[in-house]
């Protein structure tokens, strides 16, 4: 097969991988990169596969993509899961009053927790969490902000 053929697979071939892959891992996002990887592969081997494999050897691509995706997932689900089981927000909060102000809200709360408790990372945080590590960064942020304004307040009540 030739780059002008791998050009025809693609557009004889395209929708029907992407469908496929769609069925099998039933997200849209994680579809079209199990699509775009079974096309780079054949474009990887497009001296070795013959047109006539087509369009049965995309598909055997996208079915292993999508059973290492739904490997991955069981296992970080299986994390998280563990994770879950360990971390006891009731305990942890008591032991940390300033985590009780009514200023922070639960996001914030489980960052600071996570983060200056537990000792997470950035990374970490958002893994467990399902946030993006920028709005992890700014939760922690905001809410040390939050934090400082409610201990210059109890400062001040505590002096007057």
């Not at 991955?72 to 300033?98: C, I, M, N």
Request: glycine share 6%.
């Amino acid at each position: 097969m030739e780059i002008e053929e791998f050009e025809g697979a693609y557009r004889r071939h395209g929708a029907a991988v992407l469908g496929y892959a769609r069925r099998c891992v039933g997200r849209p996002d994680v579809a079209e990169e199990i699509a775009s990887q079974a096309f780079l592969e054949l474009f990887r081997n497009v001296e070795r596969i013959d047109e006539q494999q087509l369009p049965s050897w995309l598909y055997a691509v996208v079915k292993n993509r999508a059973i290492d995706y739904w490997r991955h997932h069981k296992l970080e689900t299986e994390f998280a899961e563990r994770q879950r089981d360990v971390f006891q927000p009731a305990e942890l909060s008591a032991d940390w009053g300033l985590l009780e102000s009514r200023d922070l809200n639960a996001a914030h709360r489980i960052c600071l927790t996570l983060r200056y408790v537990h000792g997470m990372s950035r990374e970490e945080i958002a893994t467990f969490t399902g946030l993006r590590e920028t709005q992890v960064k700014g939760y922690l942020r905001y809410g040390l902000e939050l934090l400082r304004k409610t201990l210059a307040e109890r400062r001040g009540e505590a002096q007057g």
